[in-house]
């Protein structure tokens, strides 16, 4: 049959929903009559805009959701910390059309040496067109996907605190701190490891506390460089939480062992960051006029439930761990693109009874294998002689290919494949950029829709053409027929058949709409 060869049609602006009842979850209030409730002021309200929020906020932008994002802090962090986007996160960049933008304000280097910091080369020929690590000011980051958020229609209030909600069958009542009330259909805690809606939902948030800290800052040296780098490598050969590196501007990224473990509210004082380098190297290496100076313990908890109700929880308000391997931001970012498109499609009507609860069924897991990960490097950072004696062992592991490809794939998030039942190996996982006739693939998802690739030409979408877009490319560089992209870039179905298909696309994008 004679099939366009790429065709797109735009989303209604009519915002529907599934039926829910308050009922359906124990222990919920629930406002004691109609004339208690407010009139629904946003579909989604967001506490908090770091990565997580933010992200989130843009990715429901796209499908004409209305959405209010809460942050507490009356202006954005100052101080200049660099994170580092790895893989996964630049792919889902280059998804939305962000990547370019980024990637200006950010210095790559490449994907090696992260796991417990123990220094090999990445292994050639890594499953992604963007097989680097991009670091980048987190203060940037942040603005950038704000900015990103707001431009798409998303409206962000600082200086607003969530103090209380009440959810019933209807939305959810949020409270400020200054007594103001807001209404949504759900509402999404992205407010950090201390989140008070986490805590206001009564999640449980098992795990273990802090058994040490770090202190870590940016801030200028009084001695020669020649003289920071023999030490700095005398001692980081069994510290491994120990490093002075040239930042930039004359200063230095210092990072070394607290004495204990104390409150994290308080940050560090730059006495302390003297007397701990005395301590560790011998000597305070002159260090003067810090920029930022903060403390991190290896605290590592989980959230019991991602979702009770219309409240749900992303990013550190779910999962807390260790900074090893750089794998926070990421993991934050890559529950919004998760959770965004499904959530918007339960408000928007066409949502699967159960694609909402897809978004833990997934993403827990993932959390869960994040969490023993950084266990098992602060383990292996570990001065003692047993931690040191596996330590070189997995040192020399790490010369396998298959070992090292392995750990890089796991922290940088590419080795994901989700539970889509059985088939091929790349179903569940995520498609990388390939080259098709209209440039790259992920030039086709910027508008957060699923996609049908079809080398066959012989399929169509139907129905579902207003939430999936189809490209016909018999040239397309992949070695199946056709591939279902779901918005998150997860494959969702390969195959050549018009019915199994079908099956698959009212699976992920309900009903047909004709």
């Not at 929020?53 to 796209?62: K, T, V």
Request: overall charge negative.
């Amino acid at each position: 049959m004679d099939s366009p060869q790429f065709t797109a049609e735009p989303s209604s602006n009519d915002t529907v929903e599934r039926d829910f009842t308050v009922g359906d979850v124990p222990g919920l209030r629930s406002p004691t009559s109609d004339a208690d409730r407010a009139p629904l002021m946003f579909d989604v309200i967001i506490a908090g805009c770091g990565p997580t929020g933010a992200m989130l906020a843009a990715e429901l932008r796209l499908h004409d959701v209305r959405v209010l994002v809460l942050e507490k802090e009356a202006e954005p962090v100052s101080f200049v910390r660099i994170v580092g986007l790895h893989i996964r996160s630049l792919e889902l960049m280059a998804m939305r059309g962000l990547l370019d933008r980024i990637r200006e304000h950010g210095r790559q280097r490449p994907a090696g040496g992260f796991f417990a910091a123990i220094n090999k080369p990445a292994p050639q020929g890594l499953d992604s067109a963007h097989a680097y690590l991009l670091g980048i000011p987190q203060p940037v980051i942040v603005h950038l996907l704000e900015e990103h958020a707001t431009q798409l229609g998303a409206q962000v209030r600082r200086g607003c605190a969530v103090a209380d909600f009440e959810q019933d069958d209807e939305g959810v009542t949020v409270k400020l701190a200054d007594g103001e009330q807001l209404r949504s259909r759900y509402l999404v805690g992205c407010d950090g490891g201390r989140s008070t809606v986490r805590k206001l939902l009564g999640v449980g948030f098992p795990g273990e506390p802090s058994r040490t800290e770090t202190l870590m800052g940016e801030m200028e040296v009084g001695v020669p460089k020649e003289e920071i780098a023999a030490k700095v490598t005398e001692i980081g050969e069994t510290n491994k939480r120990f490093w002075l590196r040239p930042f930039g501007e004359g200063a230095y990224s210092v990072v070394v062992p607290a004495a204990g473990v104390s409150d994290r509210a308080e940050p560090p004082t730059l006495e302390d960051f003297k007397q701990q380098l005395r301590t560790i190297a011998g000597t305070d290496f002159g260090v003067h006029s810090p920029r930022w100076l903060s403390r991190f313990g290896d605290a590592t908890r989980l959230a019991e439930r991602y979702r009770v109700g219309r409240v749900l929880l992303a990013g550190d308000a779910a999962h807390i761990h260790p900074p090893t391997g750089g794998q926070g931001l990421n993991l934050g970012v890559q529950d919004a693109f998760n959770l965004g498109w499904k959530l918007a499609a339960q408000i928007r009507g066409w949502a699967p009874k159960t694609l909402l609860d897809t978004y833990q069924a997934e993403r827990h897991p993932v959390a869960e294998d994040v969490l023993d990960n950084t266990r098992a490097q602060m383990e292996l950072h570990s001065t003692e002689p047993g931690p040191q004696a596996v330590r070189r062992l997995l040192t020399e592991l790490m010369d396998f290919d298959e070992v090292n490809r392995y750990l890089i794939e796991k922290i940088t998030a590419i080795g994901i494949r989700y539970d889509f039942g059985e088939g091929p190996d790349l179903l569940g996982r995520r498609l990388r950029d390939i080259d098709v006739k209209q440039g790259h693939l992920y030039g086709l998802l910027h508008r957060g829709r699923g996609l049908l690739l079809d080398r066959t030409e012989r399929l169509t979408v139907g129905g579902w053409s207003d939430r999936v877009d189809y490209l016909a490319d018999p040239s397309a560089v992949l070695d199946v027929p056709c591939v279902l992209l779901r918005p998150d870039g997860h494959v969702a179905w390969i195959g050549d058949d018009q019915q199994d298909l079908d099956d698959h696309l009212s699976r992920w994008f309900g009903k047909p709409a004709n």
